[in-house]
């Protein structure tokens, strides 16, 4: 079998997809988990992601993190690209599907898969730029003082904002991303199929609410209720 067509062909693409897709879900969650330390305060925060940093693994598991993200992006470009090959004059209207069953038509958020994929691209560019590049605090141990970084990007209400409605965007993605790697793995049974979309889309919930609270948890604490005295 030639592994290079099957990965290719239309099916195959969707299944690299919903694979590297579940796989930047998993990372998601562990960022998350690693992310909520925050509120464990300055110590817990630093030195977690000081001892992350500093195993040399890190550089294995970035390369290989990168390495999924392109896939995930050139995989769905390329089903896009043959798609509209395949069909070069646009429907004169769009129709949208009606109920579950219409599976003929377009749904309103698989037209937006590309679009919401796309803010997510940018918001990770951007991401990247504010924290993993951004400004270097050292702490008085003299390891990377990320805690104040994040301290200083959210007391920007502007930043809160943008993160905020980022995240609406990510668990509208990962919510019909859920549905369509349910369908790609070929989980089609009527008793597991149900259940993995619904453990797809509670994830997504969960994932998009931990990240928003984050922004909004670190802006409060820049700025204790009036009243109040910090010593
Ligand atoms: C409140 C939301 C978030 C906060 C506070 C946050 C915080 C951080 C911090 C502090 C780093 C730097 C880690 C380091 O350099 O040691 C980081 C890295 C990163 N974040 Fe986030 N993050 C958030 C949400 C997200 C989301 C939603 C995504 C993806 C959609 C994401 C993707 C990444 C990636 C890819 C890295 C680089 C990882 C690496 O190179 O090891 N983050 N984030």
Redesign the pocket.
């Known amino acids: 079998m030639d592994l290079r067509k099957v990965f290719s062909s239309s099916i195959g693409s969707k299944f690299l997809i919903a694979l590297t897709g579940l796989f930047?879900l998993i990372?998601?969650v562990a960022?998350?988990a690693g992310?909520l330390l925050?509120i464990a305060g300055p110590d817990a925060f630093n030195e977690y992601?000081h001892k992350?940093?500093s195993n040399p693994l890190?550089y294995v598991?970035?390369l290989g993190?990168l390495a999924i993200?392109a896939l995930h992006i050139v995989k769905t470009v390329g089903l896009v690209v043959d798609s509209y090959a395949a069909r070069p004059q646009r429907y004169a209207k769009r129709k949208w599907a009606k109920s579950k069953n219409d599976r003929s038509r377009k749904s309103v958020s698989s037209s937006t898969m590309i679009l919401t994929g796309t803010i997510?691209l940018l918001?990770?560019v951007t991401?990247?730029l504010t924290?993993?590049f951004g400004a270097y605090y050292e702490t008085s141990a003299g390891i990377?003082d990320?805690y104040r970084?994040?301290l200083t990007v959210?007391s920007n209400p502007g930043y809160v904002a943008f993160?905020v409605v980022?995240?609406g965007v990510?668990v509208f993605h990962l919510w019909h991303g859920a549905s369509s790697a349910a369908q790609s793995f070929g989980v089609n049974s009527p008793t597991w199929s149900p259940r993995l979309l619904w453990i797809g889309r509670g994830l997504a919930v969960i994932?998009g609410l931990g990240?928003?609270?984050?922004?909004i948890y670190?802006f409060l604490l820049n700025t204790p209720p009036r009243g109040v005295i910090s010593i």
């Open positions: 930047l990372f998601l960022h998350l992310n925050f992601s992350l940093v890190v598991a970035e993190l993200f997510t918001f990770v991401h990247l924290f993993k990377r990320l970084l994040q959210f993160y980022a995240m990510i994932i990240f928003a609270i984050l922004p670190t």
